[in-house]
């Protein structure tokens, strides 16, 4: 085997600049590959987590039936004992209790549909970030009743401003039609702008006086990692029968579709990378063997079997990709950890990247079981690659090294 | 004692509706110790029948038997391994691995024989000296001269320890001193070691060397001719 792997490194660098171009081009491929599948796990990971951050949270607990038609009457039963469950479970960071009405907003020149989120302040800023998120005014830093909080595609629709007075207008359990005043006290700007052109936020607090109740129909759990949510998940679940609990995958089943998607999409640019380097490998082994085929029907002449052919021929097509696969995956790695903290500016594209939830600068990032999976995946890739070849030389006729040259 | 035996040897070539006798019918015996060579003009069929005598090229009649084994009957990889443990195999181009040192293309032959590292190392060092490379061991084929390369190929060829060695045309390629130095040496290893040698040449200074000079015209023997 060390014979075999010296004369098959050797006959690599007869023709360096041969190899070294297919080798390029493994470096080149692997590294577009890994770049395209950080980047890309990277613009999901970012939707997701802006999703999570600013709005749904990890986890929400509902009254059975709410979810169904997100009707107000579906209150959370028993907040007080909620809040307790919720207290003592260790998987818990923060909660928010958050009462949620369908209604109308109104400024003097435009109306417009949108969510109604009362939200408590001290609480909601434990589970979103939501203040951070403040682009004019404050995050209900006043002393006046009916603050409210519009998003700035919103506020330019209904054109009102900072301390502009808006209408809204909501049903409450009963089916009575509620109407309140409301000042704008300030004005935030999501990386989703069709959120913040559907969402307003309100304090509970005068939210319950319009109302004339104290009732929440959602409870916003934040869990202490992405990695805990499953396991707080069932483990409120099973205490919390009464309730409807569920995870962010289960409220926002388009997040995790699109991590399911995004999956499978990168599974195939790897394998239509792969397929583009076997055809560069298979070239550049089918014209080793060309050229040589004189000294390997030769060898086969002086009595080296055909699977010790087979081998030399596999063997050289293994350095290849064994030179250009680290290399490449080096190259990727190298490059995710730079931009994973500089990030990639795609202001240029912002609004468009806004408009689905994303902000402006991606920060690749790959999970290390990639590299591993690459690996198999050039491992096996350049074994096929080098069925063909190995083939080729195995149909060599010995007579041709002695009856030529 | 009979190393090669052939008993009517014939080789067709079909090429569409074309037919080509190369060998017909040819019946030789070579013993052991030999040092013959098998001459005639070009197309004779000289290459042919080493070809078939070394395994390398199928038999279309007759039969081909070393040291008492018929090698007709056997598959292509039977061949290989009976040609790696029988014959030791010299050709005009001198046909060595250009990535490996002298001495590693020696140790490559015993290497596929599976030959301990230490005798390699000592049997490849011993037959370099033989053939006049001992300041050549760790030199590549490209950088030795013709004559040099076909000594290496000689030692190549010897040190599988055959029971006889193909030469084919070994000296087309050589200068007349190369040549000189080539032949002197085989003719030793012949007479000391009795290795028995089989050429096909046209080359005079191979046939005036040799000592048994089989005439080969049309793919039939001629003459068979010992000194």
């Known amino acids: 085997m060390k014979t075999t792997l010296k004369i098959a490194w050797r ?372 074994l096929i690659s080098a069925i063909y070849p190995s083939k080729k030389a195995l149909k060599l006729k010995p007579t041709e090294a002695i009856r030529t040259l | 004692m009979e190393i090669i035996k052939t008993k009517n040897l014939s080789k067709l070539y079909k090429n569409n509706e074309l037919e080509v006798l190369a060998v017909d019918g040819v019946s030789l015996s070579i013993r052991q110790g030999e040092f013959t060579a098998i001459v005639g003009p070009s197309g004779s069929g000289k290459t042919t029948l080493l070809n078939m005598i070394g395994g390398l090229d199928a038999i279309s009649d007759g039969s081909v038997e070393i040291a008492g084994t018929n090698i007709n009957s056997m598959n292509e990889n039977e061949l290989i391994d009976f040609r790696l443990k029988n014959i030791g195999f010299v050709f005009q181009a001198y046909n060595l691995i250009p990535v490996l040192t002298a001495k590693e293309n020696v140790e490559f032959i015993m290497l596929l024989q599976g030959i301990s590292p230490e005798e390699r190392k000592k049997r490849s060092e011993e037959l370099l000296t033989q053939v006049g490379l001992e300041d050549k061991f760790n030199v590549r084929p490209n950088q030795l001269s013709g004559g040099q390369q076909q000594r290496v190929a000689v030692a190549r060829a010897l040190a599988s320890r055959p029971r006889f060695i193909l030469a084919d045309e070994p000296t087309a390629n050589l200068d007349s001193q190369s040549t000189s130095k080539l032949l002197d040496i085989m003719a030793e290893m012949n007479k000391k070691e009795n290795i028995t040698f089989l050429f096909s040449t046209h080359d005079q200074r191979v046939i005036d060397k040799a000592r048994r000079i089989v005439t080969i015209e049309d793919g039939k023997i001629i003459s068979d001719e010992v000194r």
């Open chain 1, 11 to 382: 006959n690599i660098w007869r023709t360096p600049l041969r190899s070294l171009i297919v080798i390029g081009s493994i470096v080149l491929g692997i590294w577009a590959g890994i770049f395209v599948v950080a980047f890309c796990y990277g613009l999901n990971k970012q939707r997701t987590t802006s999703s999570i951050e600013s709005a749904i949270s990890h986890i929400q607990i509902h009254h059975p039936e709410f979810r169904q038609n997100f009707e107000g009457k579906f209150v959370l039963e028993e907040p007080k004992a909620l809040k307790e469950t919720l207290e003592n479970e260790e998987g818990v960071k923060a909660y928010a209790f958050r009462s949620l009405l369908f209604g109308m907003i109104n400024s003097p020149i435009k109306s417009n549909g949108v969510q109604i989120i009362g939200v408590h302040k001290d609480e909601e800023k434990k589970v979103t970030n939501l203040h951070s998120k403040i682009t004019a005014g404050t995050y209900f830093e006043t002393k006046r009743k009916n603050a409210i909080l519009i998003g700035e595609a919103l506020a330019e629709k209904l054109k009102v401003r900072l301390r502009s007075k808006v209408v809204l207008t909501f049903q409450d359990q009963e089916n009575n039609i509620i109407s309140g005043a409301f000042r704008v006290c300030g004005i935030f700007k999501t990386q989703y702008t069709k959120y913040d052109e559907n969402h307003v936020f309100i304090q509970n607090k005068d939210l319950h006086r319009l109302l004339k109740t104290e009732s929440y129909h959602q409870a916003a759990l934040l869990s202490h990692s992405l990695e805990d949510v499953d396991e707080t998940t069932h483990s409120l679940e099973s205490k919390l029968k009464n309730y409807d609990v569920k995870d962010w995958k289960r409220i926002s089943p388009e997040l995790a579709y699109a991590d399911e998607v995004m999956e499978t999409w990168l599974f195939l640019i790897m394998i239509i990378i792969m397929l583009a380097l076997i055809f560069g490998i298979i070239n550049t082994m089918l014209m080793a063997v060309f050229e040589r085929r004189k000294e390997l029907g030769m060898l086969m002449a002086i009595g080296m079997n055909k699977s010790k052919v087979f081998m030399l021929i596999l063997t050289e097509t293994l350095l290849l990709s064994l030179v250009g696969a680290p290399s490449g995956m080096l190259l990727g790695a190298l490059t995710i950890k730079i931009t994973s903290q500089t990030g990639i500016d795609l202001s240029v594209v912002g609004d468009g990247l806004q408009s689905v939830g994303l902000g402006n600068i991606i920060y690749p990032v790959i999970d290390p079981w990639f590299y591993a999976f690459i690996s198999i995946l050039v491992f096996v890739f350049t």
